[in-house]
């Protein structure tokens, strides 16, 4: 066990953690869409 206030260094590259991709699949990007209180429906810039 490492001493309190201390990290070991990783050994392996990477960020230190394993990408499940089953679980990224479920979260699929869709696109963006701008957001409406910032946009009139002209596409000109609103207040906030």
């Known amino acids: 066990m490492?001493?309190?206030?201390?990290?070991?260094?990783?050994?392996?590259?990477?960020?230190?953690f394993d990408l499940d991709e089953k679980q990224v699949a479920r979260y699929r990007f869709e696109g963006t869409?701008?957001?409406?209180?910032?946009?009139h429906p002209d596409g000109a810039v609103a207040a906030w």
């Open 33 to 39: 869409r701008p957001m409406a209180r910032v946009f």
């Open 2 to 16: 490492a001493p309190i206030g201390k990290y070991p260094l990783p050994t392996r590259p990477g960020l230190g």
